[in-house]
């Protein structure tokens, strides 16, 4: 009823105003949008043309005694082996960790609860030293952290979507992308391309809730500050398990509902391996641009350096990432002092600056002249490889 009062008091104000009086606020009620949305698409280009540039090292300079991590071991439960990227991470990982003689273990969840419960399950009955739970949402396995705590293994989250020390989750460490940004960098690519005209197509995948939460929240709120007068479109969800068996469906569908759908942000490019090829055989891959995150080198090859449907890649850089993840486990196996942040930097890649880069050369390659590798061997003790 207050609702309704106050919406007849404006109906009543407005008719008792002058029409010179109502013409003149509605000009200028247009043209505070018009320039809010100049200021808007003004900062989402200087975000653009800022991710777009090499990044430089930002990363930990603490030591970290590497030499006593012989025999001490560690299991990393991955969501799924199926994500390129999520391999990778795993991979480089296991590797940096085996150099000082450390034993790893990697159980591949596949993406489902059942599969995530065997592996924490058969992780925390193992006893490790350390346990990585990477892109597993905290809630759900937070009563296997405890139980891991109880039995003395120290646990460390990866990728939950924003960086700092876990508060309230049981885990001693955290090492993820920086997931917020990674929205609004595109969402600043969407701003910047379409000029504020429509809104793109979001997929998200609830398979792993936190990073991809954090991830549409960053391109939402940027897209509202780039172009305030866009009307948002329902984010569509697609689950790991599903994304072979679904994904292109659900692109045909969305664009046939929708045929003036410009942009699809899917989340993750490995989604885009079976959205692309649905948009190339409707005939409208020159009409319609995706957007993604993680820069795979199988997606960077046969879809971003080629003509395709994706036209932006967000690349986190994946071996980077590794020795990240390896750094954090380190510190953590040695009672080190953990870091908040290893500052995993962002590129964005799109048509302008992937000629560039060499996209079938190792992706270390792609992220300029940082020698990262060394720069985390001198941090361990260990020579360059």
């Known amino acids: 009823m207050a609702v309704a009062a106050l919406g007849f008091g404006g109906i009543l ?44 090292w930002q990363g930990p300079t603490a030591k970290v005694n590497t030499s006593n991590l012989s025999g001490k071991s560690v299991w990393l439960v991955n969501l799924t082996e199926e994500i390129p990227a999520l391999h990778e991470w795993a991979a480089v990982a296991q590797a940096d960790l085996q150099r000082a003689h450390v034993n790893v273990q990697i159980c591949d969840a596949k993406g489902t609860p059942e599969g995530i419960t065997s592996c924490m399950q058969q992780a925390i009955a193992a006893k490790p030293n350390v346990l990585v739970a990477m892109s597993l949402d905290t809630t759900y396995i937070h009563s296997y952290i405890q139980q891991a705590s109880a039995a003395g293994i120290k646990v460390i989250t990866a990728q939950t979507g924003t960086p700092g020390i876990p508060q309230g989750t049981g885990a001693v460490a955290e090492v993820t992308f920086n997931y917020p940004q990674v929205g609004k960098i595109l969402g600043a690519w969407f ?78 490019d490995g989604m885009t391996i079976y959205m692309v090829p649905a948009i190339q055989q409707m005939g409208l891959a020159s009409k319609v641009q995706v957007g993604s995150f993680n820069a795979t080198p199988v997606v960077m090859q046969n879809e971003l350096a080629k003509p395709s449907a994706l036209a932006a890649d967000v690349g986190g850089p994946n071996q980077w990432y590794g020795d990240a993840l390896a750094d954090q486990t380190f510190r953590v196996l040695a009672g080190a002092p953990v870091i908040p942040s290893e500052n995993v930097p962002l590129r964005l890649f799109t048509r302008a600056n992937v000629n560039t880069i060499n996209v079938n050369a190792n992706e270390s390659t792609w992220y300029g002249s940082v020698n990262y590798n060394c720069n985390y061997d001198k941090l361990w003790g260990m020579s360059c490889n």
Request: with cysteine; charged share 5%.
């Open 191 to 268: 701003a910047v391309q379409s000029k504020c005209t429509g809104y793109p197509q979001i997929i998200t995948s609830t398979s792993a809730r936190q990073p991809s939460a954090a991830e549409v929240a960053g391109m939402q709120q940027e897209i509202a500050q780039a172009c305030p007068s866009s009307k948002p479109l329902p984010v569509v969800n697609s689950l790991i398990p599903d994304w072979g068996t679904t994904l292109a469906t659900t692109t045909r569908s969305l664009l046939t509902a929708n045929p003036s759908m410009k942009f699809m942000l899917p989340l993750y």
């Open 13 to 56: 104000a407005a008719c008792g105003s002058s029409g010179s009086s109502s013409t003149a606020t509605t000009a200028a009620s247009s043209n505070t949008t018009s320039s809010s949305s100049s200021a808007g698409l003004a900062q989402a280009q200087t975000l653009v043309n800022s991710v777009m540039a090499p990044p430089a």
